[in-house]
């Protein structure tokens, strides 16, 4: 089921962690943000957007992660974006991202996964502005709709996982920073955030979700394990070998 969360913005939360499918009237048809997961969840959002009655134009990816390049035939075969670098990397990536989907979760159409090429420079279809950084996976973005009064935040500020932190990659702690500071000059425009995982933030929440993400960041910072009752990276749903942010934060 879609849920309106702001004005043109719905959501619908997949069972598997929490992920949001989102989507966004934009003109000329909507456009399809990191929609997910399995295969009947998929199908289930294609009749959401038949009842909608508006046609999908273009799809966005947050960041190169798996559960975020997902795709389905019925939503039509348009043109899916990422940033130029989440681009790249979910090229190279896309064999490893059909494996992981393959063993997450059933029915999902592994040949469409990854298929995202770089946004145009002016944003094509996609509307509102774009904020890329560094936290998390390489050429993440967020979304910001000031005119909708919303925030697409991708995986920061979610209230079921704490930051995670991309383990390749150098001074994640410092990518946190600048990217919670911007997500911070973004927000004060908006009143709704959506995760990637997790609930819906509104009003006051907003700035709630800024400051436990901030909390758990000092904490590296300052050389201590974080207290945060939010899911780490050893939750089962996360393979892979793992090591606790702390340890990233202190050998990088
Ligand atoms: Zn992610």
Known sequence: MLTEAADGVWVRQSAWVWTNSI??????GLILVDPGIDGSELTKLADDLDRLGIPVVAGFSTHPHWDHLLWHPR??????????????????ARAQ??????ESASGIPLDLIGLVTPLPVDGGPVPGEIIEHEAHAVGHAAVLLADRGVLLAGDMLSDVLIPLLDAR??????????????LGEAARHVDVVVPGHGAVAEGPEVAARLADDH???????????????????????????????L???RTR
């Open 97 to 102: 991202g059909q494996a992981m989907a393959a």
């Open 247 to 249: 340890e990233q934060a």
């Open 169 to 182: 990659r150098p001074d994640q702690v410092g990518a946190y920073e600048t990217a919670l500071d911007r």
């Open 215 to 245: 909390a758990y960041i000092d904490a590296l910072r300052r050389g201590e394990e974080p207290v945060d009752t939010r899911l780490g990276p050893d939750a089962d749903w996360l393979s892979g070998p793992h090591h606790s942010n």
């Open 23 to 28: 989507v966004v009237r934009a003109e000329g």
């Open 75 to 92: 939503f039509g075969d348009v043109p899916r974006f990422a940033t130029a670098a989440g681009a790249h990397a979910a090229g190279q």
